[in-house]
């Protein structure tokens, strides 16, 4: 069972390095980094699955994904997208 974050802990410092999962469970990606905290923070993620070696990078926003603590203490970000719609958004770069 995952226990949301509260917004406050939306950081950079927390998330980078973390994996992204898609709609189902897939790995997708890792952050790579974050702008802004709370809710409205930009999350950067290197799409290439649990290495994250695609060498793409996408952008999400955190009040749009699923960001929680597992009660093992690890930090779990999900979106609701496919891994193919992940695929067809836009490459930004940092």
């Given at each position: 069972?995952?226990?949301?974050?509260?917004?406050?802990?939306?950081?950079?410092?927390l998330?980078?390095g973390?994996?992204?999962?898609?709609?189902?469970?897939?790995?997708v990606?890792?952050?790579?980094?974050?702008?802004?905290s709370?809710?409205?923070?930009?999350?950067?993620?290197?799409?290439?699955?649990?290495?994250?070696?695609?060498?793409?990078?996408?952008?999400?926003?955190?009040?749009?994904?699923?960001?929680?603590?597992?009660?093992?203490?690890?930090?779990?970000?999900?979106?609701?997208?496919?891994?193919?719609?992940?695929?067809?958004?836009?490459?930004?770069?940092?």
């Amino acid at each position: 069972m995952m226990t949301p974050l509260q917004p406050a802990e939306i950081t950079r410092a927390l998330l980078v390095g973390k994996h992204v999962f898609a709609s189902n469970n897939e790995p997708v990606g890792c952050v790579s980094d974050v702008h802004g905290s709370g809710s409205s923070a930009t999350i950067f993620v290197d799409l290439g699955g649990i290495l994250c070696l695609d060498g793409r990078t996408i952008e999400l926003v955190a009040g749009d994904m699923e960001i929680g603590r597992e009660e093992n203490g690890a930090i779990m970000l999900g979106t609701a997208l496919t891994v193919h719609q992940l695929e067809m958004l836009p490459a930004v770069r940092l």
